[in-house]
């Protein structure tokens, strides 16, 4: 089956690891958002999975097979890790057409990808001019060059305008739907929840979550009530308890977690106060990234403090 398997991946640089003991699998048909703080080894675990990186030790298996050992890589996988990586004087169209001819891949197939990442009208422009947004495109049709049945793209939004972050978000389905799977990075929390389905998250190159995305901010972060009531202080006296807690916002509102929005309501009515507000709040996949991963924080800023 058309998927990616890692098993005890491990990649060390000296006495630094910068991946350790990694094991997930990325399922077809779905996309999978790769996840971690800076300097977590998500690069070097997407450059072991295609295959430019050899690991210390574990295993990578794309489509049933070590990365270096498919035939034809470019049906196998495609990959963007780096979009500048075109020769700055070569046209989009000869970066491309030289990938397939390296693939036996038709012309046809070339003006087909130019097309689907909307390069057309500067596809005879050097690449060295593109902007960010256009190379993340050219980038993106190179991983789609050999229309592989499996597809890796770290940060592919970085540098698009509002239409094309939301032409990524439409293909990225499209390809999922189509069955084959995709994987891709982002510290973008909002691009992640809008468009994928699963996570792998890592910090210091281990593993911490492997889940859907409603489990991961559900485990990490749970739901809190923010309510507002006739008589605040009475309120969270009833309400508090070993297992509920009451925090007062800034803004007068109470958020209380442990109890549902019924049963404050419920409290609240028995003792004759009046609520005037009362909303469940989900945290957002943000707020469970943060909470998650703070003990795995390699670049942390010191914190500012007026005087």
């Known amino acids: 089956m058309d998927m990616i398997e890692i098993h005890a991946l491990t990649k060390c640089y000296g006495a630094t690891a910068a991946v350790s003991d990694l094991t997930f699998t990325v399922q077809p048909g779905t996309v999978t958002g790769f996840l971690g703080p800076n300097g ?13 990186d050899e690991p210390t030790s574990g295993s990578v298996l794309v489509n049933g097979q070590p990365p270096r050992s498919h035939a034809a890589p470019l049906h196998a996988i495609g990959g963007m890790l780096d979009p500048r990586a075109v020769h700055p004087s070569r046209s989009a169209y000869h970066h491309l057409l030289a990938l397939a001819q390296t693939a036996g891949i038709g012309r046809s197939r070339v003006r087909e990808v130019i097309d689907a990442v909307g390069l057309r009208k500067v596809a005879n422009r050097p690449a060295g001019k593109f902007s960010l947004g256009m190379a993340q495109r050219l980038g993106i049709a190179a991983a789609l060059l050999g229309d592989p049945a499996t597809v890796v793209l770290d940060e592919p939004v970085n540098g698009l305008d509002v239409e094309g972050i939301r032409w990524i978000r439409g293909l990225l389905r499209e390809l999922a739907d189509a069955g084959k799977t995709v994987f891709v990075s982002s510290h973008l929390m909002s691009e992640i929840a809008q468009t994928a389905t699963h996570l792998i ?103 500012f403090e007026e005087n």
């Open 201 to 303: 998250v890592i910090g210091q190159g281990r593993l911490i979550a492997d889940t859907s995305v409603a489990g991961f901010i559900a485990s990490a972060a749970p739901a809190a009530v923010r309510v507002r009531s006739s008589d605040q202080p009475a309120l969270a006296r009833i309400l508090r308890s070993p297992d509920v807690t009451v925090t007062p916002m800034d803004d007068g509102a109470l958020a209380v977690s442990g109890l549902t929005a019924a049963q404050i309501g419920a409290s609240a009515a028995s003792a004759g106060i009046t609520v005037l507000e009362l909303a469940a709040e989900q945290a957002s996949l943000e707020d469970a990234f943060v909470d998650l991963t703070k003990d795995a924080v390699e670049y942390r800023a010191a914190r």
């Open 40 to 52: 977590a080894g998500k690069s070097t675990t997407m450059r072991m999975i295609l295959g430019l």
